[in-house]
């Protein structure tokens, strides 16, 4: 019996089974928490989504804050979280508000029991995570802004546009591009990518290269709501029957009482928001004016083309009351002087070119997303005070002896006129 308890034999297994058992609950209690901390990161990034989504809701609708509210909530569950829901034996809620005006507040938490966390008191473990997404405009907001491609200029060119500038989205070197030494461009200009020229020194004036972000697209809301319209959203196309029974085409504003789309080619005096179905043509000596909106929807058989050539007379103002089927009304306030909207096919299919003569202007809002816009020859396009010309498109070129006037933008108060402003979403720290 003495020697038996003499024995030291097993005494280092006995203390290592000891120490493991307090040792194996740390690392158990551990991952726990590192369950703890993987679900509040996806609910940070839920909270994030949802109140990112709402806000850009607010950019596209902002007469409608509730359904701002409804889609953070729908990106809320998109990303795993719900209000309500009970994912095992957890219980999850989301809480969405506008706590002011142009801003969307998000708070997610997930509430679940405590496991090994429970021996230290914590019987019911609460993970939560809030974001707020404010809506901001850019303070310079350009008169002329190409989304993907590059704004160049060859020839004779001459831009006036000192109180609203010019941005490419593109980071290409030749963002900006300058072809020759014949153009005047008076104008602030800014890119994200750089500046080439071919002779002079335009790339020195007043042009802003590398800039770190790039201006949003203030009518980005449009394009989801125009490639779902079809001619089911309206009762058929325009026309009438003459005395012969023949049926004639004209052209006819929509109105609740006039729900049709146009297959002709606008002239003559325009007032109201008229929609074109497929290809549309400008030539030769063709006079238009008024006040309207003129947009274009297609599909794959007939897409949504513009061509405008010869010499025609345009004086056109786009209309800030605009008339739309119900499939846009959730967008009718981005379409608020939109002149023209053009969603044909990216380059190099289409390209919409601009010729006119010393008479033509085009006051408010050219919407090109998907092609270049060129003017060419001698257009020359100077709206009256106050008014502006605004183009958002893929890339802007001007070429010939082309001449856009922006001088009139001020309006009495001295504030830019007639630009929709740029929105951007960006969430608070």
């Given at each position: ?15 290592t089974v000891a120490a493991l058992v307090p040792l194996i609950g740390v690392v158990a209690l551990g991952g726990e928490a590192g369950s703890w901390y993987v679900t509040k990161r996806h ?108 704004i160049s200029y060859q020839g004779s060119t001459t831009v006036n546009s000192p109180t609203c500038g010019l941005a490419s989205n593109s980071t290409a070197s030749n963002a900006i591009a ?249 969430l608070l720290p």
């Amino acid at each position: 019996m003495h020697n038996f308890l003499r024995c030291r034999r097993g005494s280092a297994a006995f203390v290592t089974v000891a120490a493991l058992v307090p040792l194996i609950g740390v690392v158990a209690l551990g991952g726990e928490a590192g369950s703890w901390y993987v679900t509040k990161r996806h609910a940070q990034n839920a909270a994030d989504a949802a109140a990112v989504a709402g806000a850009w809701r607010l950019v596209w609708n902002p007469s409608n804050p509730s359904e701002s509210l409804s889609v953070a909530q729908t990106f809320a569950t998109r990303n795993g979280f719900c209000d309500g829901c009970k994912p095992l034996d957890a219980t999850q809620s989301v809480s969405v508000d506008n706590p002011d005006v142009g801003s969307v507040h998000v708070t997610v938490s997930q509430q679940q029991p405590g496991y090994l966390a429970s021996v230290l008191g914590f019987s019911t473990i609460n993970i939560g995570a809030q974001a707020t997404a404010v809506v901001d405009t850019v303070p310079k907001t350009p008169c002329i802004l190409a989304l993907k491609g590059s704004i160049s200029y060859q020839g004779s060119t001459t831009v006036n546009s000192p109180t609203c500038g010019l941005a490419s989205n593109s980071t290409a070197s030749n963002a900006i591009a300058f072809t020759g030494n014949g153009s005047t461009v008076t104008a602030p200009s800014f890119t994200t990518g750089g500046c080439s020229e071919t002779g002079g020194t335009q790339c020195s004036n007043n042009v802003y290269t590398s800039r770190p972000n790039p201006v949003p697209n203030p009518l980005s809301g449009l394009d989801s709501a125009m490639s779902s319209l079809s001619t089911s959203n309206f009762s058929g196309p325009c026309g009438i029957t003459d005395a012969k029974g023949k049926f004639t085409a004209t052209l006819t504003a929509y109105t609740p009482t006039t729900p049709c789309y146009n297959t002709g080619s606008p002239s003559g005096v325009l007032n109201g928001t008229y929609f074109f179905y497929g290809s549309v043509s400008i030539s030769g000596s063709t006079t238009i004016s008024g006040t309207a909106n003129l947009i274009l929807f297609g599909d794959t058989a007939n897409p949504a083309s513009l061509t405008i050539s010869g010499n025609p007379s345009i004086q056109l103002t786009g209309s800030t009351n605009p008339q739309v089927p119900p499939a846009l009304t959730s967008v009718q306030s981005l379409m608020t002087g939109l002149l023209i909207y053009d969603p044909e096919p990216p380059p190099p299919n289409g390209t919409v070119k601009i010729t006119g003569n010393s008479n033509s202007y085009f006051n408010g809002i050219v919407y090109v997303p998907n092609s270049p816009v060129t003017y060419t020859g001698n257009s020359s396009t100077t709206a009256p005070s106050p008014s502006c010309i605004e183009v958002i498109a893929y890339a802007v070129a001007f070429s010939g002896n082309t001449n856009l006037d922006n001088t009139n933008c001020i309006d009495s108060s001295g504030n830019v006129y007639g630009i929709k402003p740029v929105k951007y979403v960006h969430l608070l720290p």
